[in-house]
């Protein structure tokens, strides 16, 4: 009998691979979401929010920005390797490199379209240009990446502030100390948030208006919770059928 219940709880299992094909791999998978928050001392007043599911080292990014400064480029990564918080305190304001303690640096850089490695942190004409936005890409990440997501050190940051509500980015808090060539207001942090595990099933389902490479909505509680139950199920007939043997002795 205890034979015949192990051997139904791997059919079970084997059966919802059959219905599942894509579940077999839901253990690689992990999603995480980011709040937006502003740099206040940068006077910043806008917000948004990001996800992110990681497959391997294949990262589905969405990121949905609100109220930044129009007509102007916005940096944006995934900043890894420090505190994995969001710099609160500035003198007078926050600079990227002020904030670098708690942030880190550019593990990711989630251009509209090629290169996303760190060297592309400050190719401003790869980056959403618009004061409100939806991003989507899937790109390739560093272990790195994935690493600091899993223990909760990864914090996305948009770049970009308007610092003296003139319309532009200009001279107002000087030049930058990332590239002299370029004025602070560009690359001084707007927006940040530390992602924290998904609270629901994948990333949202929402047309790009900006972005690159290809999306799609992945996870989903209900095919985790099958094969949840299926295991269970296994790991049950296991100890029944210990149980039987011991007793028959």
Same mark, same amino acid.
């Given at each position: 009998?205890?034979?015949?219940?192990?051997?139904? =709880?791997?059919?079970?299992?084997?059966?919802?691979?059959?219905?599942?094909?894509?579940?077999?791999?839901?253990?690689?998978?992990?999603?995480?979401? @980011?709040?937006?928050?502003?740099?206040?001392?940068?006077?910043?007043?806008?917000?948004?929010?990001?996800?992110?599911?990681?497959?391997?080292?294949?990262?589905?990014?969405?990121?949905?920005?609100?109220?930044?400064?129009?007509? @102007?480029?916005?940096?944006?990564?995934?900043?890894?390797?420090?505190?994995?918080?969001?710099?609160?305190?500035?003198?007078?304001?926050?600079?990227?490199?002020?904030?670098?303690?708690?942030?880190?640096?550019?593990?990711?850089?989630?251009?509209?379209?090629?290169?996303?490695?760190?060297? =592309?942190?400050?190719?401003?004409?790869?980056?959403?240009?618009?004061?409100?936005?939806?991003?989507?890409?899937?790109?390739?990440?560093?272990?790195?990446?994935?690493?600091?997501?899993?223990?909760?050190?990864?914090?996305?940051?948009?770049?970009?502030?308007?610092?003296?509500?003139?319309?532009?980015?200009?001279?107002?808090?000087?030049?930058?100390?990332?590239?002299?060539?370029?004025?602070?207001?560009?690359?001084?942090?707007?927006?940040?948030?530390?992602?924290?595990?998904?609270?629901?099933?994948?990333?949202?389902?929402? =047309?790009?208006?900006?972005?690159?490479?290809?999306? =799609?909505?992945?996870?989903?509680?209900?095919?985790?919770?099958?094969?949840?139950?299926?295991?269970?199920?296994?790991?049950?007939? @296991?100890?029944?059928?210990?149980?039987?043997?011991?007793?028959?002795?």
């Amino acid at each position: 009998m205890s034979r015949i219940l192990l051997a139904g =709880a791997v059919s079970s299992v084997i059966g919802i691979g059959l219905l599942f094909p894509g579940s077999a791999s839901a253990a690689d998978t992990w999603s995480y979401q @980011a709040a937006l928050n502003p740099v206040a001392a940068n006077l910043v007043s806008g917000n948004g929010a990001s996800w992110i599911t990681v497959t391997g080292t294949t990262a589905e990014v969405q990121i949905q920005v609100n109220g930044l400064l129009d007509n @102007a480029p916005h940096a944006q990564a995934i900043r890894i390797d420090a505190q994995g918080s969001c710099p609160t305190q500035g003198s007078p304001t926050i600079s990227t490199t002020d904030g670098q303690p708690s942030y880190g640096t550019v593990g990711a850089a989630l251009t509209t379209d090629g290169d996303s490695s760190p060297a =592309a942190a400050l190719a401003l004409g790869q980056f959403p240009s618009a004061g409100s936005y939806t991003y989507t890409r899937t790109i390739e990440v560093d272990p790195a990446v994935v690493a600091a997501l899993q223990g909760g050190t990864a914090v996305l940051m948009v770049h970009g502030v308007d610092y003296n509500n003139n319309g532009s980015y200009d001279g107002a808090l000087g030049t930058s100390e990332l590239d002299p060539s370029l004025p602070a207001e560009a690359t001084d942090p707007a927006l940040c948030g530390t992602f924290v595990p998904m609270q629901m099933a994948g990333v949202p389902d929402g =047309a790009a208006n900006t972005g690159g490479g290809s999306t =799609a909505t992945t996870g989903g509680d209900d095919a985790a919770g099958v094969v949840g139950a299926a295991a269970l199920l296994l790991f049950g007939g @296991a100890v029944l059928a210990g149980r039987r043997r011991g007793t028959a002795r």
